[in-house]
């Protein structure tokens, strides 16, 4: 199994993109490369693990480029949308309505009014939410499936900020304390037929995933059977994202194969066969399918420390910078035509971004074959979450995104231009 872009791909991305123009070394100071052969294979494994009738989406906010959602809109996936600016996108990348799923957790009433028009699958966070929605039922025609989230409060990952199914949790309706209401929900509501989870995002080890998993199948069978008199059953279980990723090269990730069939093994023995189960990768699809490359402008020597400045920092890699107990990249180097540095001479450094704070550094102490001025520091793993929480902080250009696919090369987004800026900053 390929879990990672290898260097050799790396090698032959960067300098054809090089030598072809499309990176350009005078203007391009970085630039996202994206790998649609990584997605497919990604997406390969997962459409095997998971029973045919699954419905699977991409979480819209690991990557948001239309051209990289419209690929995934081809093969049938859905998309899962966190926001009316994901809703637009969506919809923008091709995507039909019934393909689209609505979770933000701060609804409004006109949003909620728009996907319930346009018959967007909805998932309610709260309690007051499915209230508001059956408010708006009485005078809006929809044929939305819509699902509550649950708190299936199963306990935290290793990363905290990325773990929501702890004792408390912004997200969802805690199962513990709020069990009789939730099922008073589904026995009001007639058109509420699934349940929501989503139990974090990287950190969550596989068991702590199915344990949530788990719970919500539970949940689903008291409901079954207190809607047995209605003739009528849950129809779905949406198990939201959250399978870790590998960073560190020489770790294997879990195996989805195995997630899928875990999965499907509690469904038999629930007998829950006929539940659809919806998906919402994000990290898992895109993470390893992306890599920065960013040029080294300076290469500070002291005693002490060396340090190199490079064009991508805070601003691309956020979590990285404030958190960087939890988070890690791999990194290489590439000298100025694009060609791996493999010098036997080597030596440790700090490598730091371009904006005006202390903690504006990718990484400590790695060694790394001699830089120098103009090199390339190549940051792996970076399709997911990186250019998607961008930070305008100093006003920096966001930079090119090149996508490969299969052989040939396209731009997927272009830098940024200052009067981009200029309009990001005026009325
Ligand atoms: N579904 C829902 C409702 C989510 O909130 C998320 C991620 C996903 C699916 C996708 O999860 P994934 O498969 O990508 O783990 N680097 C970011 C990660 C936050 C993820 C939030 N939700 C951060 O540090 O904030």
Not at 374 to 387: A, L, N
Request: charged letters at 25%.
């Amino acid at each position: 199994m390929n879990h990672f872009i290898s260097i050799k791909k790396i090698q032959e991305y960067f300098s054809s993109s090089i030598t072809s123009g499309l990176f350009n070394t005078i203007h391009d100071t970085s630039a996202v490369f994206y790998d649609f052969n990584h997605l497919f294979y990604k997406i390969e494994l997962l459409s095997k693990a998971f029973p045919e009738n699954t419905f699977h989406t991409t979480a819209i906010k690991a990557n948001p480029l239309i051209k990289v959602l419209h690929e995934i809109k081809k093969i049938g996936f859905g998309s899962e949308a966190a926001s009316e600016g994901e809703l637009f996108i969506a919809q923008k990348a091709g995507f039909s309505n019934d393909k689209i799923v609505f979770d933000s957790p701060a609804k409004t009433h006109k949003e909620l009014e728009y996907a319930l028009k346009n018959d967007f699958h909805i998932n309610a966070d709260s309690i007051m939410e499915l209230d508001r929605i059956a408010k708006l039922k009485e005078s809006v025609k929809s044929k939305s499936n819509i699902g509550l989230r649950i708190n299936p409060q199963v306990g935290y990952g290793k990363i905290k900020s990325t773990s929501l199914a702890g004792e408390y949790s912004k997200f969802g309706v805690p199962l513990k304390s709020h069990k009789q209401e939730i099922l008073n929900c589904f026995k009001k509501y007639n058109w509420l037929t699934g349940i929501h989870l989503h139990i974090g995002s990287q950190g969550c080890e596989m068991k702590l995933l199915l344990n949530g998993i788990e719970s919500g199948l539970k949940l689903i069978k008291e409901i079954n059977e207190l809607l047995k008199t209605d003739d009528r059953e849950v129809s779905f279980i949406d198990i939201g994202g959250g399978l870790p990723i590998s960073y560190y090269h020489n770790t294997k990730p879990p195996d989805i194969i195995d997630y899928g069939r875990k999965i499907n093994d509690m469904l038999t023995s629930y007998d829950l066969d006929r539940l659809q189960i919806i998906t919402e990768f994000g990290r898992y699809l895109h993470a390893n399918s992306g890599f920065i490359v960013s040029k080294v402008e300076y290469v500070k020597h002291y005693e002490e420390s060396n340090t190199l400045i490079i064009h991508s920092g805070a601003d691309i890699l956020l979590r990285e910078c404030l958190n960087p107990n939890n988070w890690f990249h791999e990194f290489s180097i590439f000298d100025k035509a694009g060609r791996l540095k493999q010098n036997s001479e080597t030596k440790k450094y700090h490598i730091a971004g371009p904006l005006c704070f202390a903690n504006d550094i990718v990484a400590r102490n790695i060694e790394l074959p001699v830089a120098n001025e103009g090199d390339y520091i190549v940051i792996h793993d970076t399709g997911g979450y990186t250019f998607s929480m961008w930070s305008k902080y100093v006003s920096r250009l966001f930079p090119k995104i090149i996508g490969i696919k299969n052989d040939s090369y396209e731009l997927l987004r272009k830098r940024e231009k200052l009067t981009n800026i200029l309009d990001y900053w005026s009325d």
